[in-house]
């Protein structure tokens, strides 16, 4: 990943399996953007020149695979998408490059995030573990791993696992500061509307 901290292999990871029961239709295909909510996320990340882009799908995979741009991206489909976003994470990490050193983790649903976010949490890592971003209101998303939490992450459950981990590692932990508040992510109609009004506002 060019502009690094580490010289050592870097990958992205972009959690779109999602089933959106509190929407009621797949957010992943929602208009964004001049595109969709998951394809404006992963061109994101694709801007963010990883070593490696997975891209993790799974409710409406089909209609996913044909109206969101994965090109350069390795897929990945989780059939267990019910069970929690943990599920998504353990079938990534069987396709992750074993040369993979940090793995960013980011949410599909969450086309705030910047590839600027992207860099300043691999740069304000340093040697640490794991690095989260630090927004004014709060810890969120993109979160970095190292290889020695891979196994870790492959054993997670449920939508929360991960907060469970970083709340156990909190002392190998680094919080990296960004600024802004916490990006809002889509789970209902209410979330998009104030998401398209908020885009509307910058625009």
């Not at 929407?23 to 295909?29: A, D």
């Not at 976003?85 to 910047?114: F, H, K, N, Y």
Request: charged share 20%.
């Amino acid at each position: 990943m060019p502009g690094s901290a580490t010289d050592g292999f870097v990958a992205g990871l972009v959690l779109g399996a999602g089933g959106s029961s509190r929407l009621g239709r797949p957010k992943q295909l929602l208009p964004f953007a001049g595109t969709t909510l998951l394809g404006h996320v992963v061109g994101m990340a694709r801007s963010c020149r990883f070593d490696q882009l997975v891209v993790a799908i799974g409710a409406a995979a089909e209609e996913v695979r044909g109206a969101v741009d994965l090109d350069g991206a390795d897929v990945v489909v989780n059939d267990a998408y019910g069970s929690g976003c943990s599920s998504s994470i353990a079938a990534a990490l069987a396709v992750i490059d074993p040369r993979c050193e940090l793995l960013v983790l980011m949410l599909g649903d969450q086309p705030g995030v910047t590839a600027s976010t992207v860099a300043a949490l691999v740069a304000g890592r340093g040697d640490a573990p794991l690095a989260v971003c630090r927004y004014q209101d709060g810890l969120g998303h993109p979160i970095a791993f190292d290889r020695s939490c891979f196994a870790e992450l492959a054993d997670l459950h449920g939508d929360r696992g991960v907060w469970r981990m970083l709340d156990r590692r909190a002392a190998a932990a680094v919080e990296v500061p960004i600024a802004g508040r916490i990006p809002p992510d889509v789970d209902t109609d209410q979330d998009y509307r104030a998401l398209l009004a908020s885009a509307e506002g910058v625009a």
